[in-house]
């Protein structure tokens, strides 16, 4: 008889009390300083927390995405870190943890728009930009962010500079070629491409409010000075300090989902992150980007999954063993840093690769429990809202829009694996 699996173990109904239907909206707070692909629905984050922390609990987050995790245990009075290998994850997650005093914003935007207002159209560009540049945006606007980029430089207090290149980095796609309702980089030749200056302005005003907001809530939390920070690493090897999270609340990068490292080029390439997109994209856990020749794992629901997908495509199944791989070495960390006593709240949903289903769910709990990490329950929530395509096509198993035929669902609802370490 097949052994029962942990998504069989706890009934996993779907449990509407984790949809958030009713309030759906992200931005409020920092949470909509910029669009990040498969982000935290803020108000999981929150009740995760308020089940699971106390005030005074450390909260981690190893794949800390816009901060989503981060921002959320500032406004509870937790203190949190969390980690993540994309930089211009770690710029915008540094943007949105440190509230602004909204008096001295003020006074600083002052100042950077008269600087702006000195912009002269007739002089040429200080510095060489990346070649790709040349590739997504057109001279006028390149012009002009490059004036952006430079002029923001200048301010010296760093938390000011960090607001400033978020709302830049925000207004990119808008002020370039790529095709505005893509995440995979394309050109729209035909797009009415925006002013990067207006973009800018209207950017910094949204988030001017937004600041505020959030200014005031930690004011009133007495949470302004609680400890939160973002480091650029990596969730296999993060030196966050053993046995010092209370909580890990995360949510891996899916297998066969987003190049994180492609959809971040316009940041990366203005602000000097990447300089050749290859290597840029070899620690991205889930991007294909593979070295692992071996179609093993030492998880069982992994194993399976590998030699389903063998004979369909070796390239596949060497790309899920990578990820397995890689996720075992993260489940691995994530235990070293858990405090005994402390849990795991790990967001997931399952996909299929080939007409394979990648039950990662399951895999998650299977690689938690193999820690030694107890599992608690494991809950199934609708995605009534979520920042990725939710539609594949059947034949080629690309992503696709709502209105072709060939549809079907990916991501309609993913888990919540709760996992505890004992002792
Ligand atoms: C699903 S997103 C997390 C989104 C996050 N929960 C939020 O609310 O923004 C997964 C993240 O994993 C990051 N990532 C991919 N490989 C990584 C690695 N090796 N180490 C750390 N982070 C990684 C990606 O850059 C991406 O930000």
């Known amino acids: 008889m097949a052994h029962q699996t942990f998504l069989e173990k706890f009934e996993t109904s779907v449990n509407d009390d984790w949809s958030f239907s009713e309030n759906r909206s992200t931005d409020n707070l920092s949470h909509g300083y910029h669009r990040y692909p498969a982000k935290f629905v803020p108000q999981l984050v929150k009740k995760l927390i308020e089940t699971y922390t106390v005030e005074g609990d450390k909260i981690v987050d190893v ?81 002009k962010i490059s004036f952006l980029y430079e002029t923001i430089l200048t301010l010296r207090d760093e938390q000011f500079r960090d607001f400033f290149l978020c709302a830049l980095s925000n207004i990119l796609k808008n002020c370039s070629r790529w095709l505005q309702t893509s995440t995979k980089p394309q050109i729209d030749p035909n797009k009415t491409i925006h002013e990067p200056f207006t973009s800018f302005a209207s950017q910094v005003n949204r988030m001017t409010k937004k600041n505020k907001q959030f200014y005031d809530e930690l004011v009133k939390n007495n949470a302004i000075n609680i400890e939160c920070e973002i480091k650029l690493a990596d969730a296999r090897a993060t030196k966050i300090r053993s046995s010092s999270a209370n909580a890990i609340i995360t949510s891996p990068p899916y297998v066969t989902s987003y190049e994180y490292a492609d959809i971040h080029q316009l940041t990366g390439y203005w602000f000097e992150y990447i300089s050749d997109i290859t290597s840029f994209r070899r620690n991205f856990i889930g991007t294909f980007f593979s070295n692992n020749k071996k179609t093993e794992s030492s998880v069982p629901i992994a194993k399976e999954i590998i030699d389903q997908l063998t004979p369909i495509s070796k390239k596949s199944a060497g790309e899920v063993a990578n990820y397995f791989k890689d996720m075992f070495s993260v489940s691995k960390e994530m235990h070293r840093i858990l405090k005994p006593g402390g849990v795991v709240c790990l967001v997931v949903g399952n996909t299929t690769m080939k007409g394979v289903k990648i039950q990662s769910a399951e895999a998650f709990a299977q690689m938690l429990s193999m820690q030694g990490l107890e599992i608690e329950s494991v809950i199934k929530r609708k995605i009534p809202f979520k920042l990725i395509p939710t539609i594949r096509d059947e034949k080629t198993g690309k992503f696709t829009t709502l209105n072709s035929i060939n549809k079907k669902l990916v991501y309609p609802e993913e888990f919540i694996i709760i996992a505890r370490k004992k002792y």
């Open 63 to 143: 794949f800390a995405g816009c901060g989503t995790t981060l921002v959320e245990s500032k406004v509870h009075g937790r203190r949190s870190e969390g980690v993540d290998i994309n930089p211009v994850a770690q710029l915008i997650t540094r943007a949105k943890i440190n509230a602004l005093d909204p008096e001295v914003l003020k006074i600083q935007y002052s100042e950077l728009q008269s600087l702006i207002e000195k912009y002269d159209h007739r002089k040429p560009l200080n510095k060489a930009r990346h070649a790709r540049i040349d590739y997504w945006f057109r001279h006028w606007e390149k012009k």
